[in-house]
Every structure is written in C-alpha cells, then in structure tokens.
C-alpha cells in the first residue's frame, strides 16, 4: 500500500478514543491539515538511512519518553529534562 496523508486512515484501529464532539474533531483536523509539515523530507530521508545502519547492526537506536505523552506535558522545559537524562 502506498502512503500519502490520508492513508493512516485505512490501517485498523486499536486505541481509539471517544470524542465528545466527533464536529470538532474535523475542524481540528481540517486546521492540522493546513500547517506545514513538523519535518522536512531532507529530514525524513536522514532518519530511514540513521534507521537502515540500525537494522543492519551498523548503530544503536536510544529511543525515550513517556507511554503516553499528554500534549499539555509537552513544554520546552519538559522536552530538554528529558533530553539531559538521555544524554546521561
């Protein structure tokens, strides 16, 4: 299966939660859908090359963070507390 933005949409849903109001839910997600992009592709081609020396016993992967980070948690001071104990 090919990838394009909409395509999580066809993968089957495990953890999905119940919004109280399914017309906000678009409108949040019609706004996310007109901001530019978190990563650039230049970044994103970066990451799959790091990932394939990971797999092919080339590198290590150090992967951190909560199970399940709330997005009010997600402030800058938070970020680099965690950053200096993975650094650590």
């Not at 999580?8 to 409108?27: C, H």
């Not at 081609?45 to 992967?63: F, M, P, T």
């Amino acid at each position: 299966m090919g990838w394009d933005r909409r395509s999580w949409r066809s993968f089957p849903i495990q953890q999905q939660p119940e919004y109280a109001d399914p017309a906000a839910l678009e409108v949040a997600l019609g706004v996310l859908a007109e901001l530019p992009p978190l990563v650039s592709a230049g970044e994103i081609r970066a990451l799959r090359a790091r990932l394939a020396g990971v797999a092919a016993g080339e590198a290590y992967l150090l992967q951190g963070g909560d199970c399940a980070e709330r997005f009010i948690d997600c402030s800058q001071k938070a970020i680099e507390s965690k950053l200096k104990v993975l650094v650590q």
